[in-house]
């Protein structure tokens, strides 16, 4: 029984519409493979001069979808992952929650920091941030930092962790039954000198904003040795504590490393006005 001639015109249709199509397909395929691994692009950078690094403290589960806002900022990314040792960026023990990470980005890049570090938790919204993530990533000031040697992007109306110190110390290897404020005031006298190697008092009382998110300036690491830092994480290493109790006495702390003052409390409107540059902002007080 021979061909009709329907069927030859709808099978030369078929392989028409065939040829045509595998190329579109292929041109698809490309594109959306591109996209999805290619960086977004960057918008125009205010402050080109200005090197940034974003320090990120994160585990394999961690849920990094946000992270295209920090090229898009101009931050470049350093994810450690702490749970992974053939990670590109990892710790040498996965121990004192982010601190370890912070420490180990320190000393590992003392001799070549960039102007400004952003040290970041993994999450795009937790509840102790203010902004998102990329909010912060896009609008936070890096003339501040520099200016300040330290900012933190939990602006309040008042201070929160208050912690008295009433100067009480125990050894630095019998920690584990201690108190938080004998826990913290045993560091700061083991670790905190002055501008000459000596051992300094140790506050009376401390604060700052939770928790452990913060930019800094080189010039606010270059203040303290090399050789400290690396006792300080050879301490986070080697000590009895936890990694909540130990990562805890370094949170409560860090704005006292990079040599901010024992009460650390900016004004809300400050804050935000020099930080973000929201709200009313006088024009002394801005650097954008």
């Not at 190329?23 to 918008?43: D, E, G, M, N």
């Not at 006792?231 to 290493?237: A, G, S």
Request: proline residues 7%; glycine residues 4%; charged residues 20%.
């Amino acid at each position: 029984m021979g061909v009709s001639p329907r069927t030859l015109r709808q099978g030369g249709l078929q392989r028409l519409f065939t040829f045509l199509l595998k190329p579109l397909l292929a041109a698809l395929f490309v594109t959306l493979i591109f996209h999805w691994t290619s960086k977004p692009a960057a918008s125009k950078n205010p402050h080109p001069n200005i090197s940034k690094a974003l320090v990120i403290a994160s585990t394999k589960s961690s849920n990094l979808t946000w992270l295209p806002s920090a090229y898009k900022s101009h931050w470049k990314p350093h994810i450690y992952v702490t749970d992974d040792p053939r990670a590109e960026y990892t710790v040498p023990i996965n121990k004192g929650n982010e601190a370890m990470v912070y420490l180990t980005y320190i000393i590992d890049h003392y001799s070549d920091l960039p102007d400004v570090i952003f040290f970041h938790h993994d999450h795009h919204q937790a509840w102790h941030q203010i902004f998102s993530s990329s909010f912060e990533l896009s609008q936070l000031n890096p003339l501040t930092v520099q200016r300040q040697g330290y900012v933190s992007p939990r602006c309040l109306s008042g201070c929160e962790n208050i912690i008295e110190l009433p100067g009480d110390v125990a050894p630095l290897d019998d920690l584990k039954g201690a108190t938080r404020d004998v826990q913290i005031s045993t560091v700061l006298h083991e670790f905190m000198r002055d501008g000459e190697g000596r051992k300094v008092e140790v506050p009376k009382r401390i604060a700052a904003p939770c928790c452990a998110q913060f930019a800094v300036s080189k010039e606010a690491i270059l203040r303290r040795p090399l050789e400290m830092w690396v006792r300080l994480r050879k301490w986070l290493i080697e000590t009895p504590l936890n990694s909540r109790s130990s990562g805890r006495v370094l949170e409560y702390t860090w704005h006292l490393w990079f040599g901010m003052e024992d009460v650390f409390c900016p004004a809300e409107e400050q804050c935000l006005c020099n930080v973000f540059g929201l709200g009313q902002c006088p024009t002394k007080d801005i650097d954008n």
